[in-house]
């Protein structure tokens, strides 16, 4: 987890965990979760034995169906 922030567009809220090569705040990965867990059971277990070129592949996917507005603001901590 290299990065800064999410790699979601105009996320700028802090990495939690791995989406392929990059990473994505917990709010983007639970709902990576579920599109995986949507597309069906073997798509959901078949993903842990993928290489990462195949990962970011599905993640890039995934992105895709992101709307703008969903996007959650980043909440400054005190």
């Not at 567009?9 to 709010?27: E, H």
């Not at 993903?47 to 909440?75: L, S």
Request: glycine share 4%.
């Amino acid at each position: 987890m290299q990065d800064i922030h999410c790699c979601v567009p105009n996320c700028l809220a802090n990495p939690y965990a791995p989406a392929g090569t990059r990473s994505v705040c917990k709010d983007h990965f639970l709902n990576f979760l579920t599109w995986r867990r949507r597309r069906g059971p073997q798509m959901f277990h078949a993903y842990a034995g993928m290489a990462m070129e195949k990962r970011d592949t599905i993640a890039a996917e995934w992105m895709k169906t992101i709307r703008r507005d969903e996007i959650p603001a980043a909440v400054p901590k005190l």
